[in-house]
């Protein structure tokens, strides 16, 4: 019995064996290219040697992960490297799939990681020269850099009226992801025009090649186009409104009334102190002991509000206030009526267009070599596992065993380098914490910024005080907007110092003091030795 159990099995295990066999050999004949960088690439890609492109390129692991890849290894340079395929890819017949990796370990800033598949050498390039102006099928892959984030797919397509090669870019195209993970981007073009976009095996975008609103400029040209040489004739009127001609300005329009005028009914409030100056000398301030007149200047106290203004209505002049002019009505203008000329907005007369066709299926030239060429600021961006199939069911399979065991462990590591970080924080708290830092940062902050900072630090290292500190920095920087605003009656100078009148005969400005005069008289010192030893020096 045991016996005729093993038999069993044993034929399980070879009909499995048979069949993934046979599954991989069907496999292997769905994949046109694929390249996983487990070795080197000396020798079977080729760097380009044009003068632009002295980036260096790197064989080397994923960090954190035992996988190789292709690696931007320097900050700001162009980088150029083509692979020559074994075979031309035709993408006129049946389902093409194109799919790659790629990681940006230190984030994107500013930088792109697009592939271009290649047109055949025989429409003018060789690999050793590969540069921007090599022509190609088609750009597809992720770019970043200030208000772009897309991630591109370009079709160049030649006219066949024009002969003309023609850049058609995917309209919306999905945004790229911002993390520092390994992320897998695939584009699939059906034989029935449609094209679909994924990013880490979800659909981001479908759309179809023959469709006027998918693509900017349309595979497919206009029927009509406005005629070059269509002129707009000289007494053609696009106003649609014009002043009255008729219209007159009244007898008793006066445009120079001012717009305002003193209101002559208001009355000087009663305990108006009409002697008394707004602002008074510091009593309390005194002179520094070591302040030379022939040096500093003729020394002045520093001045404060007058005390007595604060109980009156006012001090000083009193002067009406103003008040709308109601005679005010300014420069005179005659009145729109509809324009009896007006003959519509002019635009050339339509002609048929000479470079119009119709198109079942795109013409897509064939793919020879896959490239790389890129502009940019970031280094550590890490390319891997380029593939080119024609089926769909073995691109998904290569993102299961080459991509996601790879994504998972990266994701579980920065999951935990981000709780380490955050102090154990969750994610809403580590985002309100990342918040109010970057307010922080702000300079209407001033002098408060030290304190928030310090509410921050302590409510991370404790995550039971953070209600508390939100609503503390809250209210700091409420407080701070509020004195902005409303800063009060009269903005006052910051220091102590006295006033010393200068040879040229400007003044410099006053300030008020409220501590004891020995503080004073500390600051006095403070703010103005520097002064008087660069004069004596001179």
């Known amino acids: ?132 102006e090599s022509p190609y099928t088609i750009m597809f892959g992720p770019d970043r850099c200030g208000t772009t984030n897309k991630v591109h797919f370009i079709l160049k397509h030649k006219n066949p009226k024009s002969w003309e090669y023609i850049e058609h870019h995917l309209k919306f195209p999905p945004s790229v992801p911002s993390d520092k993970l390994t992320h897998v981007y695939t584009a699939v073009l059906k034989p029935d025009n449609e094209v679909l976009i994924l990013i880490d095996g979800e659909e981001k975008k479908k759309v179809s090649f023959l469709s006027n609103d998918d693509f900017e400029p349309p595979l497919i040209p206009a029927k009509t186009i406005p005629d070059p040489d269509d002129k707009k004739p000289e007494d053609w009127d696009e106003r649609t409104k014009i002043p009255d001609p008729d219209a007159k300005k009244p007898d008793d329009w006066d445009e120079d009334a001012p717009m305002e005028i003193e209101d002559e009914d208001a009355e000087k409030p009663e305990g108006w102190l009409d002697d008394e100056p707004e602002e008074i000398d510091d009593p309390e301030g005194t002179k520094p002991e070591d302040w030379v007149d022939e040096e500093d200047g003729e020394w002045e106290a520093p001045k404060i509000d007058n005390p007595k203004c604060e109980e009156a209505p006012g001090c000083g002049e009193w002067k009406r206030p103003m008040k709308s002019n109601p005679a005010y009505k300014g420069k005179w203008h005659a009145p729109l009526i509809d324009n009896p000329n007006y003959k519509g907005v002019w635009k050339p007369r339509d002609i048929p267009n000479p470079n119009y066709f119709k198109l079942d299926r795109p013409n897509f030239e064939p793919i020879a070599a896959i490239g790389i060429e890129i502009w940019t600021m970031q280094d550590s961006i890490l390319f891997d596992n380029i593939m080119i199939a024609s089926d769909e069911k073995v691109a998904e399979t290569y993102r299961t065993t080459t991509w996601k065991p790879k994504f998972d462990v990266e994701k579980e590591k920065q999951k935990a380098e981000e709780t380490a970080i955050s102090g154990g924080l969750n994610g809403f708290q580590k985002m309100v914490f990342d918040l109010f830092y970057k307010v922080a940062d702000i300079p209407f902050l001033g002098e408060h910024k030290s304190k928030v900072l310090d509410f921050l630090e302590k409510a991370e290292k404790q995550p039971n005080l953070i209600v508390g500190a939100v609503i503390s920095i809250i209210i700091i920087i409420f407080t701070v907007v509020l004195m902005l605003i409303f800063g009060g009656k009269k903005q006052q100078p910051a220091t102590t110092t006295g006033v010393a009148k200068k040879s040229d005969g400007a003044e410099a400005s006053s300030s008020n003091s409220q501590g004891a005069t020995e503080k004073k008289e500390e600051q006095n010192e403070d703010a103005t030795a520097p002064r008087r030893r660069a004069r004596r020096e001179n």
């Open 1 to 132: 019995m045991e016996e005729r159990n093993r038999r069993i099995w044993m034929q399980y295990a070879l009909l499995l064996l048979i069949g993934c066999f046979i599954s991989q050999i069907y496999a292997s004949s769905d994949v046109k290219f694929y390249e996983s960088f487990d070795k080197a690439f000396d020798g079977r890609w080729i760097v380009s040697e044009k003068e632009d492109y002295n980036g260096v390129w790197k064989h080397a692991k994923s960090e954190g992960y035992d996988d190789h890849g292709l690696l931007v290894s320097e900050k700001a340079r162009k980088y150029a490297i083509v692979k020559e395929l074994d075979d031309v890819v035709d993408l006129k017949d049946g389902t093409v799939v194109l799919q790659y990796e790629v990681r940006f370990q230190e984030g994107l800033e500013c930088g792109g990681a697009y592939l271009k598949y290649l047109r055949p050498q025989e429409a003018g390039w060789i690999s050793k020269e590969f540069n921007n």
